[in-house]
């Protein structure tokens, strides 16, 4: 079978409450037929796998038997891939889900750090499950304008017609439903997200954060300077330049002064006792230097190696992903001679999973079950390696500015050493005393020039990365407005192959609407979450149901022509037999979706409840028993009142 990515397949569904087991039922791929009597129970397994994908369920959403159980299992495949979904059940919704890369069998009896937790809700510091779950299915994380990103709820909404929501809207019914959240939802399940906008939308939206940043704390430094923002660094180099001048001038003066007391031994030893304590100061200063650039090159080899780690771990996580294509359009590879003997190779048993070589049994299973956790793990250690980056920058950011203030503290302790060393100290002692408090207000003006000259260092550091920045913003914004207006196309063919898969399924509807025997046209608006048909809006209650669910079925035909949408090929329908819809006209709509079903050879799945189910629907279609009001799909006992 063809597989176009992305592609979500629900394989096993289990309900449990604590040990006991409410419902376990296998799916497949196709067409599968969930039916039984009304208020039996149908909706509710619908529901939970919608909540076991990450949808979010609301408290009215949950039956009572529903909210007897705990938790919910769902194996799927993602993109092939194996997973085993677990979500506790809970109605204040937006609970966490646990994913472990496996199948069902085996995620029962694994240990707790074989599973990945995920919260409903990223943050700075983790991932959300919906984030996990497109980087399976290959699927950017769009971020939507006034809005939070795209989450897995959001896209379920479009893939998931159920009892609940109005008939005359495309998207499951939501209270807080912003039209460009719609609207960025159905063009991404359209294709038109490629992964460069995505990119680049990340990139900028991670450089306007740090625009903000450094705009923030370029306003804080001109607030602390009273608004200098002239502060020149030219300007303070040539004071600083001067104010040394005139150290030096000062200190000619007092060589000057002392050379008249110059026999006096004890005023030379103290001039030597000076000298000495220079020299130390020097030494000491050196010392500190050489251990402080010692400490900056280890952080810089640090971020080196881990920055050589992670692009490590993103070309394995390529490489997976491309040794998973290659594994399955590439056949095993069969020896006719032995590689070391150059002996016949003997006929392998066909029926067994072993190599034909050596006959070491191989699981064919194996590798792709441990796919999805490797991923996730790969991903998890890339994010975490990357955070780590920042917190080095910002030590070899204070590691650097500490090594600049050994080297300014050493430049002048060695510049006093170089005017002394020859020198001894004499002269009158008043005339000394005022010299050297001249000396002592010197030095404290070029400390103040020096703590100027590194927040002028600062201030231009900063205000040449905000413009970088500022540049970057804007090629980013003009390449992205560049990549939409060239999904314009995109779009267009997307839309128009709806258009046409949806009036195929309105021209096969039993001859109830005259709107529906010959359509000419399919508008649609994922923001107005709304589909007419020859600009008609009005139609009959069981002709809505009709219209929305062809609509729906329209979009996963169009998407099993078409590889480049980025629908999953995943559909789940409740409402066939809503607003007095005749049996005729259900069982005409599952002929439908079966023959299209039956006429693709794209992997996907349909998931389809009916109380009404078609006599000739093939019995390897229906998934589990036909349910009833006393013997409900869920094999749980109502507490007695």
């Not at 002996?343 to 029926?351: I, P």
């Not at 920058?393 to 430049?411: H, P, T």
Request: charge should be negative.
């Amino acid at each position: 079978m063809i597989r176009f990515e992305p592609s979500l397949i629900a394989r096993r569904l289990v309900v449990k409450r604590g040990v006991h087991i409410a419902y376990d039922e296998r799916f497949h791929s196709g067409v599968n037929i969930v039916r039984g009597d009304n208020s039996s129970g149908k909706s509710t397994i619908l529901n939970f796998i919608f909540f076991g994908l990450g949808g979010d369920l609301n408290k009215l959403d949950w039956s009572d038997y529903a909210l007897l159980c705990e938790h919910v299992w769902l194996e799927v495949e993602l993109n092939g891939n194996p997973a085993v979904l677990r979500r506790k059940i809970d109605v204040s919704s937006q609970s966490d889900m646990e994913i472990f890369g496996g199948r069902y069998e085996a995620a029962v009896s694994a240990p707790i750090e074989s599973w990945l937790r995920y919260s409903y809700s990223r943050s700075q510091n983790k991932e959300s499950f919906s984030q996990a779950l497109f980087r399976l299915l290959g699927m950017p994380d769009v971020a939507v304008e006034g809005t939070s990103s795209i989450t897995m709820h959001q896209v379920l909404r479009l893939l998931y017609a159920d009892q609940l929501s109005p008939t005359d809207s495309l998207f499951r019914f939501e209270g807080y439903d912003p039209e460009n959240l719609r609207e960025a939802v159905g063009n991404l399940l359209c294709g038109a997200f490629d992964t460069a906008i995505y990119e680049s939308q990340q990139s900028l939206r991670g450089k306007e954060k740090e625009f903000q940043e450094v705009s923030s704390e370029l306003r804080s430094i001109f607030r602390l300077v009273g608004g200098e923002e002239s502060l020149g660094l030219e300007w303070i180099t040539q004071k600083r330049a001067s104010l040394v001048a005139d150290k030096d001038r000062l200190l000619n003066q007092i060589s000057e002064k002392e050379e008249e007391f110059f026999s006096s031994t004890t005023l030379q030893k103290l001039s030597l006792k000076q000298q000495q304590d220079l020299y130390s100061a020097v030494q000491r200063l050196q010392q500190d230097l050489v251990e402080a650039q010692e400490v900056q090159g280890g952080i810089e080899f640090e971020i080196s190696d881990s920055q050589a780690f992670i692009e490590s771990l993103k070309r394995k996580s390529e490489s997976l992903r491309d040794a998973r294509l290659a594994a399955e359009i590439v056949p095993d590879v069969h020896f006719a001679t032995c590689p070391a003997c150059y002996a016949e190779v003997l006929e392998a048993d066909k029926s067994a999973f072993a190599c034909h070589l050596c006959k070491t049994p191989i699981d064919p299973e194996r590798a792709s079950e441990q796919v999805t956790g490797i991923i996730n793990n790969l991903a998890i250690q890339i994010k975490q390696s990357e955070r780590l980056q920042v917190i080095r920058a910002e030590r070899l950011k204070k590691q650097v500015a500490k090594v600049d203030e050994i080297k300014s503290d050493w430049s002048m302790k060695s510049r006093e050493l170089s005017a002394i060393a020859s020198r001894p100290t004499s002269k009158v002692r008043e005339e000394i005393r005022d010299l050297h408090r001249k000396l002592g207000y010197l030095d404290r003006s070029i400390e103040d020039v020096e703590s100027q000259f590194k927040l002028a260092n600062k201030i231009g550091d900063l205000s040449e990365r905000k413009k970088s920045l500022g540049l970057d913003i804007a090629d980013l914004q003009s390449r992205i407005e560049t990549l939409k207006r060239s999904q314009t196309d995109r779009i267009r063919l997307a839309r128009s192959e709806i258009e046409r898969e949806t009036i195929k399924l309105l021209k096969g509807d039993l001859k109830r609407q005259d709107s529906f025997v010959d359509p000419k046209r399919v508008e649609f608006s994922f923001a107005k979450n709304s589909v007419t048909v020859d600009d008609h809006t009005y139609f009959s209650a069981s002709s809505r149901v009709v219209l929305k669910t062809s609509f729906l079925v329209g979009f996963l035909a169009a998407a099993l022509i078409d590889k480049n949408f980025r629908h999953p090929r995943f559909l789940m329908i409740d409402i066939t037999e809503d607003k007095g819809m005749e049996q005729a006209r259900s069982h005409n709509f599952q002929k439908q979706v079966i023959e299209i079903s039956k006429s693709t050879e794209v992997e996907h799945q349909v998931i389809l409840a009916t109380a009404m189910p078609w006599s000739e629907i093939p019995e390897g279609l229906f998934v589990g028993k036909f349910s009833t009001l006393e013997n409900g799909t869920l094999n749980i006992i109502r507490p007695s009142m």
